[in-house]
């Protein structure tokens, strides 16, 4: 459906001022591609999406139907997934901090918990215990250098004896199954990616242990509008560069081996950074002291990207328009930082809507409720329209209130 302003006008007056729009085939066309990227390399090859990206629940419903893992890092997006479909032996349970009340009903129906630190060890002792004839899957976040220069904060330092004691832990119990190796680093540079692949060679290489499935969990730029592409100070890999970097030596190493793991990522961005849009109306136009501030029904939160100018597009509505130059959008909060676009040039008018790209990660999911309920979700299927999440009210807000 193209967005020209007939079809502005009709949803603004059955949705409102402010909107997102999900492009779910873009999703299932990016998922099926990154995919395809991989197993050319490395057939046993298959997606954890990660739901705290973006937890749209028709998302989460295409990853099971094509077959890729659910990968949650909390009770929520767990009883998401179970919600959605998905079984528990599909669901790979990450983060720092898990329910330990939850921990035993999820192993017992098959689930994987990476381990990421001791604490979760007598947990999970009272259940293998407790349980001695069922296989329990366990799987360890593993923390290594690979000269990012970051040092993160989750999972074992592979050279602690924390690590020692965990991999200790996991033989101590014949029902345990070791069942993968994770890890996660934050920069999505391609240049890491070798080795991150790597680093899991040389734990396998190291303990003698080939596992069902090495995750090298996320961090990959997704899909963007080139103008978003030349804000960054490295280059944008695409999917095949991604795969070329890290399923290469993957495949290698298993060539002349007759065990092949699985071989998992986890991406979030990378599948849905370019499947939503947010549709802002432009409320107010006003100089102070000779800058023009624009104020749009939007916030920065709703599109969560800062220090760069998102892919924007302007369409008249009808009012008469006027040019300005370096006009900056801001948000309807009483935040002072909360900008939307820096320095545009272009005409404009009252009433104008502007439509932002690649705003499918970690926005929806990270927008608290801010002196505003949130906007409604809607899906363009063709010449239709899904209402994919409804609009907020003030009952929703309140409700969880006593007065």
Not at 336 to 360: F, H, M, Q, R
Request: proline share 4%; net charge negative; aromatic share 12%.
């Amino acid at each position: 459906m193209e967005l020209n302003r007939e079809v502005l006008a009709g949803l603004k007056k059955e949705y409102g001022d402010a909107f997102y729009l999900l492009d779910s085939e873009q999703f299932r066309s990016n998922f099926l591609e990154l995919k395809e990227c991989f197993s050319s390399i490395y057939p046993n090859f298959n997606i954890a999406y990660s739901y705290k990206t973006n937890y749209i629940p028709k998302l989460c419903k295409i990853v099971n139907e094509l077959g890729g893992y659910a990968e949650v890092v909390s009770e929520m997006e767990m009883e998401l997934a179970l919600r959605v479909g998905v079984v528990p032996k599909r669901i790979i349970w990450n983060g720092p901090i898990k329910n330990p009340d939850k921990v035993e009903e999820f192993l017992l129906k098959g689930g994987t918990i990476n381990i990421d630190s001791i604490e979760e060890l007598p947990v999970i002792r009272k259940v293998a215990e407790k349980y001695q004839n069922e296989v329990l899957n366990i799987g360890i976040r593993c923390n290594y250098d690979i000269e990012d220069g970051v040092r993160s904060r989750f999972g074992f330092d592979i050279d602690s004896e924390d690590y020692n004691r965990v991999i200790n832990f996991v033989n101590e119990y014949d029902n345990l199954n070791l069942i993968n190796f994770q890890c996660h680093f934050a920069k999505r540079q391609i240049e890491y990616w070798p080795a991150r692949a790597k680093g899991m060679i040389a734990i396998i290489d190291k303990l003698g242990v080939i596992p069902q499935r090495i995750d090298l969990g996320g961090g990959l730029f997704g899909k963007m509008d080139e103008s978003l592409k030349q804000q960054f100070s490295s280059k944008i890999p695409n999917y095949v560069e991604y795969a070329n970097a890290a399923a290469t030596i993957i495949a290698e190493y298993f060539k002349n081996k007759d065990e092949k793991p699985e071989l998992i990522i986890e991406p979030g961005s990378a599948l849905v950074g370019d499947c939503m849009k947010f549709v802002g109306t432009v409320k107010t136009i006003k100089n102070v002291r000779g800058k023009v501030i624009v104020s749009v029904l939007g916030s920065q939160k709703n599109i969560s990207m800062t220090g760069v100018n998102p892919p924007i597009e302007l369409i008249a509505m009808g009012n008469e328009q006027q040019y300005y130059k370096d006009v900056d959008f801001v948000g309807f909060t009483c935040i002072e930082s909360d900008t939307l676009y820096k320095n545009y040039s272009g005409k404009l008018a009252i009433d104008d809507v502007i439509v932002i790209y690649n705003c499918g990660s970690y926005s929806l999911v990270m927008k608290p409720p801010f002196i505003l309920p949130n906007f409604p979700v809607l899906d363009l299927c063709g010449e239709q329209v899904e209402v994919i999440k409804r609009a907020e009210t003030f009952d929703d807000i309140f409700a969880t209130f006593n007065y």
